[in-house]
């Protein structure tokens, strides 16, 4: 079972979170250790459920109970879960949980030490508080996503990357452990923590290098326009990047490509090439085209330059270098992607990320673990106040 062993071996979460920023959260302390104990709606579960896949990504190693909020002895139910957690993780909007009865001022009275994560779009003061979004928007509040050409903006996705979403989710998992870490360094100092963790907070975070260069421009857009550096399509169709900011990279590239016009003391560095933009670009894609995509990555990293293919969702998983990495692996018939970096190998685990629960799987086990008798779950079960199922 997930948590028997591991650096947070011994810790339990109670995940109260659904969809992705917390659910991938609690996932990635799972593979850390901890007992992730997600707690799901009895008639639908997370609603994550409805696309499958997705759900199993971001849910393994982990039991589910499933519980009826709105119901005084479900309510009761969780609240008996956090008497007996470390951490409670919560991703609705702010004010919902305060309602129910499950909010941080109400749960440090059960729990005085308990670390209490949630997770929202805007966080749980200010102005933009209560409106509802998704990563793009976040994105967009935190200067993150470059205006498009009018003709296909609304055609326009810039990344398939959930920047917003797993950024908050890794703050949220640094913000557990760092707490988690003042707990055991002063227990008897310590008294029930709020992590606030908004999802256009970290988008802003993250984007503070682009920002910073930006606000030096008199046109902060000017800081997106780098010579030799962008997305660039080729003869095949296909897409490459290239990113030749430094000088000794622009002129390898400049040479691979046979374009030693931009070879000179008037594009020696950056500063001065960035004046010859206009000039630079248009050379380089033309001359990109000329080229299918994997000839002419082959032929710039033989040459050193900064470059890489456009791929698409599925060629990442048979790169021979990720699979190198052990970011890549089978599990039967199917490929995952590794939850942490190669780096942290030594401290999460894969194998306590069993397969994801069915809804109110663990049901019957997690109240025998509160010390309810098998006639008191029956009642529970029969009320709507929990439900119990297999997988």
């Not at 920023?21 to 992730?36: F, H, I, M, W, Y």
């Not at 579960?45 to 849910?59: I, L, V």
């Not at 935190?142 to 810039?158: C, H, L, S, T």
Request: hydrophobic content about 40%; some cysteine; proline content about 7%.
């Amino acid at each position: 079972m997930a948590g028997d062993n591991g650096i947070l071996a011994g810790i339990t979460v109670v995940d109260c979170s659904e969809l992705l920023p917390g659910p991938n959260a609690t996932r990635l302390l799972s593979a850390l250790g901890a007992r992730v104990i997600k707690v799901e709606r009895p008639d639908h579960g997370d609603r994550m459920r409805n696309r499958p896949f997705m759900f199993e990504a971001e849910n393994r190693g982990k039991q589910s109970i499933a519980v009826d909020l709105k119901n005084p002895a479900g309510l009761d139910i969780v609240k008996k879960l956090v008497g007996i957690a470390d951490v409670f993780v919560e991703g609705y909007r702010p004010g919902v949980l305060d309602r129910l009865g499950l909010g941080f001022e109400a749960l440090r009275q059960i729990n005085p030490e308990i670390v209490y994560l949630s997770v929202s779009g805007y966080g749980q003061s200010g102005p933009y508080r209560d409106l509802p979004g998704h990563d793009f928007q976040y994105l967009a509040f935190a200067g993150a996503i470059p205006a498009p050409k009018p003709e296909f903006a609304a055609d326009y996705v810039p990344t398939s990357l959930p920047v917003a979403d797993m950024g908050s989710a890794l703050y949220g998992v640094l913000g557990v452990v760092l707490a988690l870490f003042q707990k055991k360094d002063d227990p008897r100092g310590f008294t029930a923590r709020h992590l606030d963790v908004a999802m256009a907070d970290c988008a802003l975070a993250l984007m503070e290098p682009r920002i910073a260069e930006g606000m030096v421009e008199q046109n902060p857009a000017d800081a997106l326009r780098r010579p030799a550096y962008g997305v660039f399509e080729t003869k095949d169709g296909g897409f490459v990047t290239i990113g030749a900011i430094e000088d000794q990279f622009f002129v390898s590239l400049v040479t691979a490509l046979g374009l030693e016009q931009f070879v000179g003391a008037e594009y020696a560095t950056f500063p001065l090439r960035k004046r010859h933009y206009d000039e630079i670009q248009p050379a380089l894609r033309e001359k990109v085209k000329q080229y299918d995509r994997d000839e002419l990555v082959r032929l710039l990293i033989d040459k050193d330059v900064p470059v890489a293919p456009v791929n698409d969702l599925a060629e990442p998983t048979r790169d021979a270098h990720f699979v190198a990495r052990g970011m890549v692996y089978d599990v039967g018939e199917s490929v995952r992607v590794s939850e942490w970096p190669a780096a942290l190998d030594g401290f999460a685990s894969r194998d306590r990320l069993t397969p994801s629960p069915a809804l109110g799987q663990d049901t019957y086990r997690i109240l025998s673990d509160l010390g309810l008798d098998d006639s008191a779950v029956a009642e529970l079960i029969r009320s709507g106040a929990v439900r119990s199922g297999e997988r």
